[in-house]
C-alpha cells in the first residue's frame, strides 16, 4: 500500500518568514495529494491540493510543488502569520471520479509562527 | 451548505461495550470515509462508502466495521471496545470532482 513520509515534524518560524514541508510517497499510482490543516480541537481542513498532471499550485501565500519522478511533494507558506500556526498534514492517494476517500497521510508537522 | 455532520462529539464508554457514530455527509456528497486519529498512530483510514456499498477499507479489525444508507448518510460502529480504541473519530464526504471536507469528529475514550 501507499505510505507516506512527512518532514520535518516541527517547525518555527518568525512570522513574516516563509515555511516549507515536505512529503515522499510510495505509491506512484497515487495522483491526488492534499494539504489538510488542524488548528487544535478543530477539523483538519483542506488549504490546497495538486493532481500529478500539474507540478505547481498556487493560492495567495500557500503553494503546492510536485515532483513525480522522485515522488515528492511540498507545501511553500510565505509571509507566515501567527494565525497559521498549526498541524499540518499532507496525504496521498489514487484519486479518480467521485473517490477521494482512501487517503494516506504523513505525521504531520506542527509549525508554530512567532509574532 | 451544511458540512459534514458528526454527532455525538463527545462519548465515553468502557472496556468490552459497543459504541455507534453516525456521520451526515455534505449534501449532494455520496461517498463517505471515516478515519481515526491519534497521537501516535496519526490519522489512519477506516473504510470509505459509496452508494451503500464499502469500496475500500483500512488495516483495522474486524470489530470496526461501518455501513451506509440510501441518503448517504453513514454510521460506524465498533464492537468489543478496547482502551487502544481511544481516539478522535472523524468522518469526511467527498463528491464530483469534490474533495475530501472533514467533520468535527467524534471523540471516543474508552475506560
Known amino acids: 500500500g501507499e505510505n507516506v513520509e512527512q518532514h520535518p515534524s516541527t517547525l518555527s518560524v518568525q512570522e513574516g518568514d516563509s515555511a516549507v514541508i515536505k512529503c515522499t510517497y510510495s505509491?506512484?499510482?497515487?495522483?491526488?495529494f492534499p494539504w489538510y490543516k488542524q488548528e487544535l480541537g478543530k477539523r483538519p481542513q483542506l488549504i490546497i491540493d495538486?493532481?500529478?498532471?500539474?507540478g505547481e499550485k498556487k493560492d495567495q501565500r500557500i503553494a503546492v510543488t510536485l515532483n513525480k519522478t522522485a515522488k515528492h511533494f511540498s507545501l511553500h507558506i510565505t509571509e507566515t502569520q501567527p494565525e497559521d500556526s498549526a498541524v499540518y498534514f499532507c496525504?496521498?492517494?489514487?484519486?479518480?471520479?467521485?473517490?477521494?476517500?482512501?487517503?494516506?497521510f504523513g505525521q504531520g508537522t506542527i509549525l508554530t509562527v512567532h509574532p | 451548505k451544511a458540512g459534514v455532520t458528526q454527532t455525538p462529539r463527545y462519548l465515553i464508554k468502557t472496556r468490552g461495550q459497543q459504541v455507534t457514530l453516525s456521520c451526515s455527509p455534505i449534501?449532494?456528497?455520496?461517498?463517505v470515509s471515516w478515519y481515526q486519529q491519534t497521537p501516535g498512530q496519526g490519522l489512519q483510514f477506516l473504510f470509505e462508502?459509496?452508494?451503500?456499498?464499502?469500496?475500500n477499507k483500512g488495516n483495522f479489525p474486524g470489530r470496526f466495521s461501518g455501513r451506509q444508507f440510501s441518503n448517504s448518510r453513514s454510521e460506524m460502529n465498533v464492537s468489543t471496545l478496547e482502551l487502544g480504541d481511544s481516539a478522535l473519530y472523524l468522518c469526511?464526504?467527498?463528491?464530483?470532482?469534490?474533495?475530501?471536507?472533514f467533520g468535527n469528529g467524534t471523540r471516543l475514550t474508552v475506560t
Open positions: 449534501s449532494g456528497h455520496r461517498s
Open positions: 496525504a496521498a492517494c489514487k484519486a479518480g471520479g467521485t473517490s477521494y476517500g482512501k487517503l494516506t
Open positions: 505509491d506512484s499510482a497515487s495522483n491526488y
Open positions: 469526511a464526504s467527498s463528491g464530483k470532482n469534490s474533495p475530501l471536507h
Open positions: 495538486i493532481r500529478s498532471n500539474v
Open positions: 462508502y459509496f452508494s451503500e456499498t464499502q469500496r
